[in-house]
């Protein structure tokens, strides 16, 4: 009972500590501490593949990769690369990246010793890619540089950009420096380059360039600045004078040289804006114009052909205020009562006293209108001085001034038309008599509408002539066709006659 | 009876050697294989590089919180349930505590019990008592023997479930290590914020 009771109890205790999973662990790694680095690898492997503690897992991953960092030591001192490699990717712990690094550089050493360059730079990528920091890369960086360059000495774009990588990382480093020697000796065609391009691209590529300390920066500052100079240029043909202003300053500022030449350009965009303001005020696009008129101070402060500018267009815009007052005090007149102009209107006019009343009236009107016309000489305002000064004759003799009208149509031809028929009538009635009526004015229907007659009549043939003429805006209305060939200076018979009689 | 404990102690020594024997000839080439962990690519080694650099800096929090089989056992040794209670396994604890407190107590019940018996049995002077009191006397020893024997199984029994239940708690730990460390990065509209 006492020896059941015993080996009961070993059992239990056996199968509770050696059968736990701590027992487990410890049973695999404990190779890799008496250095027997393969066993342990293969070991941690078994146990992984069916512990299910995640604490024991990684710790025994972290000593599998410990062991395969020291079979990969003990291959590279053993001068088998590839086994050390392998060792050292299957370790893939940042402890061994250095000694993969290595690897690789040594793979890539010996491929550029057999002359398999491409393979050995293959070799150099790999190690730049898997460890990028590691204390080989500035080494292969410069080399990747040297290679590019010397392969195509017109495509440097390979050499800059790696150049670019290793001054970020290793400025000030031995194989930067070397670099930067090549670098110096592709920049003047980088600039060439970049000055070829579209001036945004050209620009980035050198506002790029000026970052790394790659010989003297003279000759890429001046290449902005002509870039920016470019920019300026091409903005003053699309009018667009703000941005031009701004990138002839930013060219000063990469170049000191170019302040003549920017400070007469500038002058030259303020004399744009001037004119293109002064267009715009022909236009009446005042509020506009002022904006152009202010910016030309962003250029030259206080520019006097600016300030005249403002000055005039004020002084404009005002006259064409007071002109438009004019004018609708005008146009109010015209349409105001007698009695609410003139205090003395009594209550009943004869006709002769409205005419007086009205000459009086449109007097002050036309003088309205000059005015207006005085300050701003828009077309309108001339008419409105013909209409008035024509009303005011209209008032004052109107049969004479419809007769003056007809007989001054288009130099005397009207008159010279009715003389053609007078000579007719006088040769077709050498026996006989003939009557000639002069001219005979009639009051026709409408405001200032009167009809002008001439009429020549034997009894062999009847002329009459017929106008209707507006006594306002000076137009004249043939009435029959006997008068409308004579408003072109011509007499034709035939037609007239039977014409006229039907009129008649 | 020695014989045979000396033959089992020979069987398991055996079964250990054996075990540790390598099951096949090494591959050199299998073995050095850099895609053998599934690694197809640089990404994809990186991505358990950094995966194994997280859950190593979560190792010392492991360490911390971790508890030893040996020292659970021990616990349970001394007072059955009581390396269950730091496990923060409290049923089991209560049931083993509980159960070892009544076997136990029942046993001493009866051993007390056959103890009173065997004076009377002592004292008596007619034979039938005599008899009578002998009788009770070893029906209540046998009884406590059987107590106490069954108190010895329900020890045995706890220590053994001691460490395997002190074994799942520590496999739990570690997962719920895991977890808390994603429950603590989340993604908010300003990015990924971490939470200590």
């Known amino acids: 009972m006492n020896l059941i009771f ?6 239990l205790l056996f199968v509770s500590l050696f059968g736990c999973e701590t027992y487990r662990y410890r049973n695999a790694i404990s190779s890799y501490y008496t250095e027997r680095y393969t066993v342990a690898v293969e070991e941690i492997d078994t146990y992984l593949k069916e512990s299910k503690n995640g604490a024991y897992v990684t710790s025994a991953e972290l000593i599998r990769s410990k062991s395969y960092h020291q079979l990969a030591i003990r291959a590279y001192t053993g001068d088998n690369l590839v086994l050390a490699t392998r060792f050292a990717i299957l370790a893939n712990s940042p402890a061994t990246d250095t000694l993969l690094a290595k690897c690789y550089y040594d793979f890539g050493l010996r491929e550029f010793e057999k002359g398999n360059i491409d393979k050995g730079f293959q070799f150099y990528d790999q190690a730049l890619l898997e460890i990028p920091d590691s204390r080989f890369t500035p080494e292969i960086l410069y080399k990747k540089i040297e290679h590019a360059y010397s392969r195509d000495n017109t495509n440097y774009l390979e050499a800059w950009d790696l150049y670019k990588q ?35 691209e050209g620009l980035r590529l050198l506002l790029e360039l000026i970052e790394y300390p790659v010989g003297s920066t003279k000759p890429t500052k001046d290449a902005i600045a002509q870039i920016y100079i470019r920019k300026a240029e091409q903005e003053i043909t699309e009018s667009d004078f703000a941005n031009a202003e701004s990138n002839f300053k930013l060219a000063v500022y990469y170049d000191e040289g170019q302040r003549a030449y920017v400070k007469r350009r500038l002058m030259d965009t303020a004399e744009d804006y001037i004119i293109t303001g002064k267009k715009l005020v022909a236009q009446r696009d005042f509020e506009n114009a002022f904006i152009l008129f202010n910016k030309t101070f962003e250029v030259i402060p206080g520019y006097k052909k600016a300030l005249q500018a403002i000055e005039e267009t004020t002084i404009l815009i005002n006259n064409i205020q007071e002109a438009k007052d004019n004018y609708d005090s005008a146009k109010r007149m015209e349409k105001a009562n007698l009695r609410n102009l003139f205090s003395d209107v009594k209550a009943k006019l004869t006709a002769k006293e409205r005419n007086e009343y009205e000459v009086k009236r449109y007097e002050l009107i036309l003088d309205l209108y000059k005015r207006a016309y005085r300050l701003d000489s828009l077309p309108n305002y001339k008419k409105e001085i013909t209409y008035a000064q024509n009303i005011i004759k209209n008032f004052k003799d109107p049969e004479g001034f419809a007769v003056e009208l007809i007989k001054g149509h288009e130099s005397y031809i009207i008159k ?10 006088v040769k077709e009635n050498v026996t006989t008599t003939f009557s000639d009526s002069g001219w005979e004015v009639l009051v026709a229907s409408g405001n200032f509408q009167y009809e002008v007659r001439y009429s020549l009549v034997s009894y062999s043939h009847k002329l009459y002539f017929r106008w209707l003429v507006n006594l306002k805006t000076e137009e004249i209305t043939a009435i029959n066709t006997l008068s409308r060939n004579a408003m072109s200076g011509e007499f034709i018979l035939q037609a007239e006659e039977n014409e006229n009689e039907n009129d008649n | ?30 073995f050095s294989n850099p895609k053998k962990y599934g690694w197809e690519s640089f990404e994809q080694r990186t991505e358990f590089r950094n995966d194994h650099i997280e859950r190593q800096q979560l190792l010392q929090l492991y360490e911390v919180k971790v508890r030893s089989i040996p020292g659970t056992m021990a616990k349970s040794a001394i007072f059955p349930g009581w390396g269950h209670y730091t496990i923060e396994s409290y049923n089991k604890g209560h049931a083993f505590l509980s159960g070892s407190v009544v076997v136990l107590g029942a046993g001493l019940y009866f051993y007390s019990r056959s103890q009173d018996y065997y004076k009377q049995y002592k004292n008596a002077t007619q034979i039938d008592i005599i008899n009578s009191n002998y009788d009770k006397a070893e029906q209540n020893h046998t009884t406590s023997l059987i107590f ?46 971490v939470r200590f």
């Open chain 2, 1 to 30: 009876m020695k014989t045979i404990t000396k033959v089992i102690i020979l069987i398991l020594i055996s079964s250990l050697t054996v075990l540790q024997l390598p099951a096949q000839a090494f591959d050199l080439d299998k």
């Open chain 2, 148 to 193: 106490a024997a069954t108190y010895a199984i329900l020890w045995g029994f706890c220590l053994f479930d001691t460490a395997e239940s002190t074994e799942n708690y520590n496999a739990n730990l570690w997962d719920n290590i895991v977890n808390k460390r994603f429950e603590n990065i989340s993604l908010s509209p300003n990015g990924i914020e």
């Open chain 1, 6 to 11: 015993k080996l009961g109890l070993m059992a």
């Open chain 1, 416 to 425: 010279q038309a009715i003389d053609k028929a007078r000579d007719f009538m």
């Open chain 1, 166 to 200: 290793l001054y970020s990382s290793y400025e000030g480093n031995y194989y930067e420096r070397e670099a930067k020697k090549i670098v110096v000796v592709f920049t003047p065609l980088y600039i060439t380059d970049a000055l070829a391009k579209d001036s945004e």
